[in-house]
């Protein structure tokens, strides 16, 4: 995006200056730079949560909107991706860290055919943040993975990710897969990504579509309120 980057100094950048070179710097997949902006920012006060949206998702957001235009092509998404996913990790300790107690379980995946793993450790993130235990079983999940770790892990939630409109159909499967086992209601399902919205959400069956992570945490304590409630009434 920019081709001036060499002399600038980040920590000399008033905050709005420095959030809009740092969604320059991964436009350019400048994972080192993104790292130092992430520190400079945590290190003037700024909750990574805010971090994370502001500077981070906003800036894949212009990544995303020129690589549907035809202007990024997939090696440098990739690399945008890398320096997105090395500023995440500089802040995920720091989400995880709010001593909250475990409030519930979730199992969490992309499915099948899709490889699209940054919504999902975002999500990951941000409900370890709220005290959600999560096991994140990564990209390209058939049925029988996500079967599989929800019984293994014990889980109250299971939370699939699709940002294909071709993969999206894949979480119905899932869901008949688990109405045909007889174990559909023993679990919270919630959908999300990009494609999705609510009335895809309720037409596979899923119990909730969430729009973005901080949703996904406000409806899966929601929905683990109700089942307390149900199971102490
Ligand atoms: Co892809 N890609 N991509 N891509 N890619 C999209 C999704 C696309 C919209 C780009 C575009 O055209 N504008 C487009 C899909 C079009 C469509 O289906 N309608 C697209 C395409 C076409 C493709 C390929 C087919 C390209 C090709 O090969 N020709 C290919 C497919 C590969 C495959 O999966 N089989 C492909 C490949 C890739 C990369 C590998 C290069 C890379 C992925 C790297 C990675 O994830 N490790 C990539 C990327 C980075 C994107 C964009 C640019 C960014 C996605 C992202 O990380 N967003 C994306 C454009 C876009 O979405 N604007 C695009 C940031 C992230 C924080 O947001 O994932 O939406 P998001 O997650 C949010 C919410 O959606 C929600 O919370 C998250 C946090 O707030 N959420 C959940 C997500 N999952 C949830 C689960 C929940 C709850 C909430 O469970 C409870």
Known sequence: MSDDGDD???SELDDA???????DDLYDG????IEEGVNILLGRGWAPYRILTEALVGGMTIVGKDFRDGILFV???????GAMKAGMSILKPLLA???APTIGRMVIGTVKGDIHDIGQNLVTMMMEGAGFEVKNIGINNPV??????IHEFDADILGMSALLTTTMPYMKVVIDTMKEQGIRDDFIVLVGGAPLNEEFGRAIGADAYCRDAAVAVETAKEFIARKHNQASA
Request: no cysteine; net charge negative.
């Open 97 to 99: 860290e709010t001593g």
């Open 8 to 10: 600038i100094i980040l």
């Open 144 to 149: 029988e993975s996500y079967i599989e770790a």
């Open 30 to 33: 400048l994972k080192e730079e």
């Open 75 to 81: 090696p440098e998404v990739l690399l945008a991706a």
């Open 17 to 23: 200056e420095l959030v809009e070179q740092m969604m």
